[in-house]
């Protein structure tokens, strides 16, 4: 695993986020405050109470971190608690979009790494603790369930494998030699577009057929992938001069099994996904959200 080494002589108050991992190396330059540093400092001048004091120095120190890390960059911040997602090249913010996080009991983990890549029309590789857990069980008292769903069931060298073959019934989650795939296409849970980043959680931005639940105020449902509001929006900031590729293909959920297209990100975007209690509303003012994977 490769860390982030940084140089912290921009202020005395920056400090790198927690994450639960860190895929990057660089060094930050010294920077000026940003107007959310700003915008917090004067809140901590007047604020008195002891809890949300807390929340506002730290957050003076993760956005100090931030400024300096977007300085000359691209940066794509993931904030779990607002569920919300914000773009900036450089300090201008060029993209915002509410974003579907984690349940409490599948939390999204918080994480820096840069976005390489994005597939048009992805399989969805179910992971194991899904498959055997939540899925397995359907399975067993419906053998149509992987039909109804367009899931295909996989050997360990991702060889296709006759389900009607397999005794379900001997199956549990410490025998399972198996991977299921979902069907591109039509109800597929990572939808139209999936972006992939290096991290060891199977983590994924991406698209998704249930759009109605981004009009819900707390939006903590999926297992720890992150649901996108504007994936097309993403995917055109991130393939620059190659967004003709995007352009061209026709997002229907209704198309059955299209191909997968795996493309390069040709811009260079750093990920963060942070925790963070203290956000900003459409004026730019404080909002304080609820800890809820406490």
Not at 9 to 34: N, W
Not at 117 to 144: D, G, S, V
Not at 272 to 279: E, G, K, M, P, Q
């Amino acid at each position: 695993m490769r860390y982030l080494f940084l140089l912290l002589s921009f202020t005395s108050f920056a400090q790198e986020p927690d994450f639960h991992y860190k895929g990057l190396s660089m060094k930050l330059d010294s920077v000026e405050a940003g107007w959310e540093v700003r915008k917090v400092q004067a809140q901590l001048a007047v604020e008195k109470d002891p809890i949300k004091r807390a929340v506002l120095q730290k957050s003076a120190s993760n956005y100090a971190w931030l400024d300096a890390l977007r300085k000359g960059r691209k940066v794509i911040l993931v904030n779990i608690p607002s569920a919300r997602m914000r773009v900036f090249s450089g300090a201008e913010e060029v993209l915002k979009m509410k974003v579907i996080v984690g349940k409490k009991e599948n939390q999204t983990r918080t994480l820096l790494s840069k976005v390489d890549q994005l597939t048009i029309n992805p399989y969805w590789f179910i992971t194991r603790r899904m498959a055997t857990l939540e899925l397995l069980p359907k399975i067993q008292k419906n053998h149509q369930f992987l039909e109804d769903n367009q899931i295909r069931v996989l050997d360990a060298k991702y060889r296709l494998v006759d389900a009607h073959s397999i005794d379900w019934s001997s199956l549990h989650k410490n025998n399972f030699p198996y991977i299921l795939r979902q069907n591109s296409g039509e109800n597929n849970a990572l939808g139209a577009l999936k972006f992939h980043f290096n991290n060891p959680f199977s983590l994924y931005l991406h698209d998704t057929d249930s759009k109605k639940l981004f009009a819900v105020p707390e939006r903590f449902f999926s297992h720890g992938c992150i649901r996108l509001e504007k994936p097309k929006e993403l995917a055109l900031l991130l393939l620059g001069e190659n967004r003709i590729a995007l352009d061209t293909v026709k997002f229907n959920h209704h198309i059955k099994n299209p191909k997968p297209l795996a493309l390069k990100a040709k811009e260079e975007y750093i990920l963060v996904i942070w925790y963070s209690l203290l956000d900003f509303d459409e004026k730019g003012e404080v909002v304080y959200f609820k800890d809820v994977y406490k």
